[in-house]
């Protein structure tokens, strides 16, 4: 059993990482770091977690053996302190996206691993889920010929006042979920980009847009002549789809990318058309018992640290681009082995949850 200490106790954790660990059969939570010991108070009652510990604690958590593992789900800007004090220690690390707000902060992270010998991973749930997953099999199988174009949308209508508004924290659409639609196109076409453009939208007197834009267009090319765009939002209808189009054929995934959604796949090919519905899981669930697996088998994961900075690389190009109304190239980068079945995970959602 992989005991977990929760680094965050955010509207994410309450929402999607507690509720699911008990699920999972291999992890459970011994502890709750927060800033907050009143609510995590609370949390730690309802989920059975034996610990409750502030930010100041944190290190002496760190040396004792009563954890395995963390999950970092702070603001974008304190993943790398805390990821790289917890690897130190000796501790493996699932932390959320994006990786860190540098190159510099995600390269010292990967390097902080490997000098631990811990493992780091990049918290890509839909890297364990099986709508995701049957997607990429059916680009792999040729169901489509060869993918040509990939479009994704991934939009919703944020609130004012959540800290992903915050230009300081790198807040915005893009890293927040425009990184799914990155993820999702670099795995279709199992390649890095070579090139970026894009252009951003921010509304005039909408107070939740001070800091950061509310919309970005992005196209992207890949080696081999092919195209990436997306569309990613925190001030849009709620949207949340992809698009392959291949020599053959094209693929639908509609919804993609929520977590509490359940997607359907359809392929359109030689005049015909098939759907497949699948059932909403819990990608938490997931993801943690996979990390888990990977921690008990001593195997390190696929989503680690330097697949959360391949999506660095292209993100703060994106953001570059977006600065300068100029094409961004990027330099040519070796895409690792992607999704593979054994890394399905598929877990009944639970109703279990406590929200503060």
């Known amino acids: 059993m992989i005991r977990y200490a929760v680094v965050g106790a955010g509207w994410i954790s309450?929402?999607?990482?507690?509720?699911?660990?008990?699920?999972?059969?291999?992890?459970?939570?011994?502890?709750?770091?927060?800033?907050?010991p009143d609510a995590a108070r609370k949390l730690a009652a309802f989920h059975d977690v034996?610990?409750?510990?502030?930010?100041?604690?944190?290190?002496?958590?760190?040396?004792?053996d009563r954890i395995d593992a963390v999950y970092i789900a702070l603001p974008n800007d304190l993943h790398a302190d805390y990821t790289i004090r917890a690897l130190k220690a000796g501790k493996h690390v699932m932390v959320e996206?994006?990786?860190?707000?540098?190159?510099?902060?995600?390269?010292?992270?990967?390097?902080?691993?490997?000098?631990?010998?811990?493992?780091?991973?990049?918290?890509?749930?839909?890297?364990?889920?099986p709508g995701t997953h049957a997607m990429i099999d059916a680009v792999r199988s040729g169901q489509i010929g060869e993918p040509v174009y990939f479009g994704a949308t991934f939009g919703f209508q944020t609130q004012l006042g959540n800290h992903r508004l915050k230009a300081d924290h790198w807040g915005g659409a893009l890293p927040d979920v425009g990184v799914y639609c990155l993820n999702a196109a670099r795995h279709v076409f199992a390649d890095e980009p070579i090139a970026v453009q894009a252009m951003a939208s921010r509304p005039s007197g909408d107070p939740r847009f001070a800091e950061i834009d509310a919309s970005l267009a992005v196209t992207l090319k890949f080696p081999g002549e092919r195209l990436a765009q997306f569309f990613c939002s925190f001030g849009s209808g709620t949207s949340e789809s992809i698009r392959v189009i291949g020599s053959?054929?094209?693929?639908?995934?509609?919804?993609?990318?929520?977590?509490?959604?359940?997607?359907?796949?359809?392929?359109?090919?030689?005049?015909?058309?098939?759907?497949?519905?699948f059932d909403q899981v819990d990608h938490f669930a997931g993801q943690i018992a996979y990390f888990s697996d990977c921690i008990a088998a001593k195997s390190p994961p696929e989503a680690d640290g330097e697949e959360g900075l391949a999506d660095m690389r292209a993100l703060l190009a994106i953001d570059e681009a977006a600065r300068t109304g100029e094409t961004v190239r990027l330099d040519p980068s070796t895409f690792k082995a992607g999704i593979q079945p054994q890394m399905l995970r598929a877990f009944a959602p639970t109703t279990k949850r406590l929200l503060l």
Do not use: W
């Not at 929402?15 to 770091?33: H, K, W």
């Not at 409750?52 to 604690?57: F, I, L, M, R, T």
């Open 248 to 277: 053959t054929g094209e693929l639908i995934l509609d919804p993609a990318f929520k977590f509490d959604s359940a997607p359907k796949m359809t392929i359109r090919s030689d005049g015909k058309e098939d759907t497949t519905p």
């Open 97 to 129: 996206k994006p990786l860190a707000t540098t190159l510099a902060d995600g390269s010292a992270m990967v390097a902080a691993a490997q000098d631990s010998g811990c493992f780091l991973m990049t918290a890509y749930r839909l890297h364990n889920e």
């Open 50 to 64: 034996p610990e409750v510990v502030g930010y100041d604690g944190y290190d002496a958590l760190l040396a004792s």
């Open 14 to 36: 309450q929402e999607a990482f507690m509720p699911a660990v008990a699920l999972t059969g291999n992890s459970r939570m011994q502890a709750i770091v927060s800033g907050s």
